[in-house]
């Protein structure tokens, strides 16, 4: 794995501007998506083993380097917006996709019929109201094991690379590193707490007495929406209940992190 301090130490070595062009032809050309971070990493020579694509949806990085993988973001500004550390439709072991057997049934009753169109609320409202329920029925212990698995083990030894465009700024850390991360590791407990949205909780994590907002939110929803299950969306046939772990507030997710490496581009 390559550590931050692996990277640091290039910096020290070599000298931040001898690793960088400095005539704009880098962020001229566009540091827009995947591939143009990709290039960006293998010009500077921030890995010792060439930064490859990973193409596909079942991949949690984006790119690998040697045996390092590397999961990219692109942001307009870290005050801005947030992104998914999951978002699954295997649900399973934190919510019982059973008790949603009733909106299933109705939605199936009503699939590519006249009524669909008259049941788009009603079942918004129904399918809302499931999600309340089950999240509502979330254990802490439930919760912190969930986050274990998708937040520690499922990304062990990956570097996260936050482009901010708005900045021109490339923000890299490990998962170590993440304060998340860190504190499911030294033992505190997740909790949802509950705001307005029916479908929607923050996670906490709390240990003697304290509590810490990490940034973390997480959803149950579906992933085209209710016109999709009766069958009226054109661009897709079907919907499913899904689970996505959010972060927001990126600025503070960089900031509380430990190891954050960030350059110019």
Not at 202 to 216: N, Q
Not at 227 to 248: E, H, R, Y
Request: hydrophobic share 40%; proline share 2%.
């Amino acid at each position: 794995m390559v550590a931050v301090s692996f990277i640091l130490a290039i910096y020290t070595k070599q000298g931040f501007k001898s690793m960088f062009k400095t005539d704009g032809s880098v962020h001229n050309s566009g540091i827009k998506n995947e591939l143009d971070t990709i290039a960006f990493l293998n010009e500077a020579g921030i890995f010792k083993d060439e930064v490859k694509h990973l193409g596909g949806t079942k991949n949690k990085a984006d790119a690998m380097a040697g045996n390092v993988p590397i999961s990219i973001k692109h942001k307009k500004g870290l005050k801005n917006g947030s992104f998914d550390w999951v978002n699954t439709s295997k649900v399973d072991s934190l919510v019982d996709t059973g008790r949603f057997s009733d909106f299933l049934l109705l939605v199936d009753l009503y699939r590519n019929t006249p009524e669909a169109a008259a049941q788009v609320e009603p079942m918004r409202s129904a399918f809302a109201n499931h999600c309340e329920k089950e999240l509502d029925g979330i254990t802490s212990e439930n919760l912190t094991a969930w986050l274990h698995q998708v937040l520690v083990r499922d990304n062990a030894g990956m570097v996260m690379a936050i482009n901010d465009t708005e900045s021109k700024e490339l923000h890299m850390v490990e998962d170590a590193g993440i304060m998340s991360v860190r504190l499911l590791k030294n033992g505190y407990r997740a909790e949802l707490v509950k705001g307005r949205g029916k479908s929607s909780r923050k996670v906490v994590f709390k240990s003697f007495g304290s509590e810490i907002d990490t940034g973390l939110r997480l959803r149950l929803t579906s992933n085209n929406g209710i016109k999709a299950f009766l069958g009226m969306s054109k661009a897709n046939k079907n919907s499913q209940i899904v689970l996505k772990l959010q972060q927001d507030n990126i600025k503070g997710l960089i900031e509380t992190a430990h190891g954050v490496d960030s350059m110019p581009y």
